[in-house]
């Protein structure tokens, strides 16, 4: 594939993976101008040095080549971006991915590595593993080491979504770790304030499982590099509207040209 310029709405900026070329890599995930799920390398970042300028739901504009070794088809290497300083409101975000919702059972059979889902949530498991109040860049590093790592490593805070996928008869259930950063965040400031665990573990249910029962729920799900599974990458909640969304299908393309 030649070097192209494309549109890309961000919706995803994620808990870095590690890399051994780039050090921590912000996953930064969003779908151009027709709709097609992009995943975005390399956006290095470290606290501070300000070396991303764009936040979800802007819409970045981006020179795009093959990724070196990334051979998830909706990976690109990123040679060159610029905030096109149009950030949309929420229901302008739900109508671009109303059309995209999907299940993992779909975006499996499809060999795809990114996608969207709407979750019936079931239940919430939140584990705290650390309650040091951890600066930012540390926060960070421990965050990218668990992803490389997996198992070897513990994050201060995991938490762990049980859901089915709506409107999927062959959805057994899942339950899958999300890796957005607001959780880490959420933790960070909590934990300045609160050392009692079962404080912490309350108040992060009160507002990733309680609340977000509230709201209308989007799982944005990505595949880990290295091990193919999947994570919840982001969320997106905007107020839950009184009339349901109509049933929507979606068609998976098995590859792109």
């Not at 799920?37 to 300000?50: I, N």
């Not at 999927?168 to 950063?181: A, F, Q, T, Y």
């Not at 309680?210 to 107020?239: C, V």
Request: hydrophobic content about 35%.
């Amino acid at each position: 594939m030649n070097v192209e310029t494309e549109k890309v709405l961000v919706l995803v900026r994620a808990t870095p993976e590690k890399s051994r070329k780039h050090d921590h890599l912000v996953c930064v995930a969003g779908i151009n101008e027709n709709d097609q799920w992009r995943r975005l390398y390399p956006f290095k970042f470290s606290y501070g040095e300000g070396l991303i300028n764009f936040r979800k739901k802007d819409t970045i504009e981006v020179t795009l080549a093959n990724p070196d070794n990334d051979k998830r088809r909706e990976s690109r290497k990123v040679t060159h971006h610029r905030n096109l300083n149009s950030p949309l409101r929420n229901d302008a975000v739900r109508e671009r991915i109303l059309p995209l919702v999907s299940s993992i059972e779909k975006l499996s059979e499809a060999n795809a590595s990114l996608g969207v889902i709407k979750p019936e949530l079931q239940g919430i498991d939140v584990t705290v593993n650390s309650t040091d109040v951890y600066d930012e860049q540390t926060y960070f590093s421990i965050a990218g080491d668990y992803l490389e790592r997996r198992e070897k490593v513990k994050m201060p805070v995991e938490l762990r979504y049980r859901f089915r996928c709506s409107d999927e008869p062959e959805c057994k259930g899942h339950n899958i770790i999300l890796i957005d950063w607001e959780l880490n965040e959420l933790a960070r400031n909590i934990m300045r304030r609160e050392k009692d665990l079962k404080i912490i573990e309350e108040k992060i249910i009160t507002r990733f499982f309680d609340f977000m029962k509230t709201r209308d729920l989007y799982f944005f799900m990505g595949t880990h590099f290295r091990f193919g599974s999947w994570l919840i990458i982001g969320i997106f909640y905007p107020p839950a509207q009184e009339n349901a969304h109509p049933k929507r299908t979606v068609q998976l393309k098995l590859s792109e040209e």
